[in-house]
């Protein structure tokens, strides 16, 4: 017989399709294979409904992948040719035309590694990573730290500064030259200008600078709840602005505390209508907030600012320069007492109140008023203090800044000073403000005496400490003088 027939020795040995097979090994008595023989029918039963799907959505998978793929290597060829791009610049002049805004929101670091493995897709070989310069690790390139350079190169975008004492170059943006409004950096500055900045940011291959200047201290440790402060408008939004006091931060004012409540301050919708950019203010500081970090402003008077004393305050724990709240709590012709919540108050001697240039201390002095001082000495247990600002009731001397050094006035000799004389003068705004006439600037043929009369000119104006100068002689700076 044939190996077909079932009688020949290698029957069993003959090729039959799988499922015969399976029927045949079962119904002699296999279980398993039975339960094999239904798993492969559900089997076949899935990739032939998925291979039916596969077949009708083929065409429409392909395309969306096809345009993922065309996407992707667009995406990747434009980032390595902007990378490209970047380094040629790098190279060429030290500096970047990536404006700084966008360099402060860039993490260099991915951004390289995104780089680097598009490259190796391509084929292309890795560039060597960056070197740290060595002036980064001795710290000259420290965040806020002045600087000093010569212009090389004026761009569009901004200027290229050599830094002295290094072989180092930094890139100040347009937006950093000054505050305000830049059209083009060749307004300000020309090719081989000295200048003087401050390092913004530090990033490998890239040193963003600043032509304005900044400022060193801490808004929490370097400044109390009720001290004087000037300052420069940065920013300004509909609900308040940004002003840099010198500190590492900038310092809020809400438009709210733009003016006294008297004065219609509740109505005041947007601070863009009293305040821009670059306008120079004095004020107070109103709160501060340890846990953001956030100072507060006021403009509108220095009774909105409270002054915190401290409490449990040692005098020996007390350091020379240490600023702190104070409340005065007498007065006497040599000074003033004041409480800082030590064991022992503090006093003020007369001569550190505006520099002695005063008339009476009790005009300027009152009991109960709140101010800021500093710590002069400590001796024996005693506490000798100085004013960090000048007293609120010191009239202002700002319109003696426009009067000429040649004009003459009519002055009243109101008291003797230990280096002068204190003459009353009449302001510009009608205020009547107490001048020091020193001894030196009076002629020597002259005898000036209390009570008297006299013609005086300016000499010296400081509107910080509101202090005035004058003098009887004739102006030699003054031409055919």
Not at 167 to 178: A, I, Q, R
Request: proline content about 5%; overall charge positive; glycine content about 10%.
């Amino acid at each position: 017989p044939t190996p077909s027939h079932p009688h020949h020795p290698t029957h069993h040995l003959v090729a039959r399709p799988v499922g015969q097979a399976l029927k045949m090994e079962a119904s002699a008595g296999s279980p398993s294979l039975g339960r094999q023989s239904r798993g492969m029918k559900r089997s076949r039963g899935f990739w032939r409904r998925f291979s039916k799907i596969a077949a009708q959505a083929s065409p429409i998978f392909l395309v969306f992948a096809g345009a993922a793929t065309v996407f992707r290597q667009a995406f990747v060829a434009s980032k390595v040719t902007d990378f490209s791009r970047f380094q040629s610049r790098q190279g060429q002049d030290g500096s970047s035309n990536v404006p700084r805004a966008a360099m402060d929101f860039l993490d260099l670091g991915d951004e390289l590694t995104a780089m680097a493995e598009a490259k190796s897709r391509r084929g292309i070989p890795p560039a060597p990573p960056p070197q740290q310069p060595k002036a980064a690790k001795s710290g000259l390139f420290k965040e806020r730290k002045g600087l000093e350079g010569i212009v090389r190169a004026i761009k569009e975008s901004g200027v290229v500064v050599a830094i002295d004492k290094s072989k180092h170059t930094g890139f100040v943006h347009v937006s950093e030259l000054k505050d305000g409004y830049v059209r083009h950096p060749a307004e300000l500055v020309e090719v081989g200008d000295k200048v003087k900045v401050w390092v913004l940011k530090h990033d490998p291959g890239f040193l963003s600078l600043t032509m304005k200047k900044m400022g060193n201290k801490d808004l929490m440790s370097d400044f109390i709840v009720g001290q004087a402060v000037e300052g420069v408008v940065k920013a300004v939004v509909v609900h308040g602005a940004y002003v840099n006091i010198g500190a590492t931060r900038d310092a809020y004012l809400f438009r709210g505390n733009i003016k006294d409540a008297a004065d219609g301050a509740h109505l005041i919708r947007d601070a863009r209508e009293y305040l821009q950019a670059g306008d120079k203010v004095k004020g107070w500081v109103m709160s501060k907030n340890e846990a953001t970090g956030q100072m507060q402003l006021t403009l509108a008077s220095p009774k909105q600012a409270t002054v915190q004393i401290q409490k449990g305050l040692k005098l020996s724990e007390l350091e020379i320069g240490q600023e702190m709240g104070g409340k005065i709590t007498g007065v006497r012709d040599y000074g003033c007492f004041v409480k800082v919540g030590a064991e022992a108050d503090g006093l003020i001697h007369i001569r550190s109140v505006s520099k002695g240039l005063i008339k009476d201390i009790r005009d300027v002095m009152k009991i109960g008023d709140q101010l800021v001082v500093k710590v002069k000495s400590i001796n024996a247990g005693k506490l000798e203090l100085e004013m960090v600002n000048p007293p609120e009731r010191l009239p202002a001397v700002d319109g003696f800044k426009d009067i000429d050094k040649s004009t003459w006035m009519d002055g009243y000799v109101s008291g003797q000073a230990p280096i002068g004389f204190y003459v009353d003068v009449d302001a510009p705004d009608g205020s009547v403000v107490t001048g020091l006439l020193g001894r030196s600037d009076v002629p020597v043929t002259t005898v000036v005496q209390v009570d008297q009369e006299v013609k005086v000119r300016v000499k010296e104006v400081d509107t910080a400490e509101k202090r005035l100068w004058l003098s009887m002689q004739e102006d030699k700076s003054a031409p055919g003088v």
